[in-house]
């Protein structure tokens, strides 16, 4: 699906994740009877509930937890598909927006940092081929870093499409005859894309500054099986 080519201010589009693929990022974190599972995938929104259960019950099996967890895992993501649902059809404001996507993993052995530009209006745009082209370019041989950059890429889209949906609500009670720019409303997300705006104007040159080029420079780092063992046990103490 293309971005139209008219989108401005004054044209709100319907919610949806700015990307050629409407799937939405879902993370669960369960535990039963002292059993804990955690996970973090993508969901087309669209798939009918039967491809859901099936999903939880060959997680059950394949890592053979215990019967109690079919159900939360089921629950879990019919809760964050809901909330996903909710917001359909709603309005959304995108116009001609630039934002910063931030990176900060650590996949098993592999930390990676890194923060580059991402455009709203480009819905053709693919987080997991991004992902992909970044491994390949890093030499990131671990196949499970490039789904863990694309969902987090996904998280950051998704928040920001919610507070577009803000914004066009919160505008829909302004008075009327307001200045288009004020169609969208100072918030976390979009704050950072209108100070990119400034940055990234017509007017102006995307290529950035010499002085910049340190901040949008991957940084990846291969850990030791004893800085992982040591960083697992410090993230199971404070997860308690």
Same mark, same amino acid.
């Given at each position: 699906?293309?971005?139209?080519? /008219? ?10 994740? %700015? ?47 215990? %019967?109690? *967890?079919? %159900?939360?895992? !089921?629950q /879990? ?6 909330? *996903?649902?909710?917001?359909? $059809?709603?309005?959304?404001? !995108? ?5 910063? =996507? &931030?990176?900060?993993?650590? !996949? ?14 480009? *819905?053709?745009?693919? +987080?997991?081929?991004f992902?992909?082209?970044?491994? &390949? ?5 671990? +196949?499970?870093?490039g %789904?863990?950059?694309?969902?987090? =890429? #996904?998280?950051?889209?998704?928040? =920001? ?7 066009? #609500? ?19 997300a979009? $704050? ?7 940055? *990234? /104007?017509?007017?102006? /040159?995307?290529? #950035?500054?010499? &002085? ?13 099986n ?10 199971? #103490?404070?997860?308690?």
């Amino acid at each position: 699906m293309k971005s139209p080519a /008219s989108a401005s201010w004054k044209a709100p589009l319907k919610f949806r994740m %700015p990307t050629a693929e409407n799937l939405i990022p879902i993370r669960l974190d369960i535990e039963v009877d002292g059993q804990r599972y955690k996970d973090a995938f993508t969901w087309n929104p669209y798939d009918p509930d039967s491809e859901l259960v099936m999903f939880a019950k060959r997680t059950v099996k394949d890592l053979k937890l215990a %019967p109690g *967890f079919l %159900p939360q895992i !089921v629950q /879990s993501i019919q809760s964050q598909l809901a909330t *996903f649902q909710s917001y359909e $059809g709603q309005d959304m404001y !995108v116009g001609d927006k630039i934002v910063p =996507i &931030k990176l900060d993993l650590r !996949v098993n052995h592999t930390v990676i940092r890194d923060q580059f530009l991402w455009d709203l209006n480009n *819905f053709d745009s693919d +987080p997991e081929e991004f992902a992909r082209t970044l491994c &390949k370019d890093l030499g990131i041989e671990d +196949p499970e870093v490039g %789904p863990a950059i694309a969902l987090a =890429i #996904r998280e950051q889209l998704y928040e =920001i499409a919610i507070q577009n949906v803000t914004s066009a #609500r919160e505008n829909r009670i302004n008075k009327k005859g307001r200045r288009a720019a004020e169609h969208f409303p100072i918030s976390k997300a979009s $704050g950072a894309a209108l100070d990119l705006m400034k940055l *990234f /104007s017509f007017r102006s /040159s995307v290529v #950035r500054k010499r &002085k910049e080029w340190d901040n949008y420079k991957p940084i990846l780092d291969l850990l030791s099986n004893e800085d992982v063992d040591a960083l697992e046990a410090k993230e199971e #103490r404070s997860g308690r």
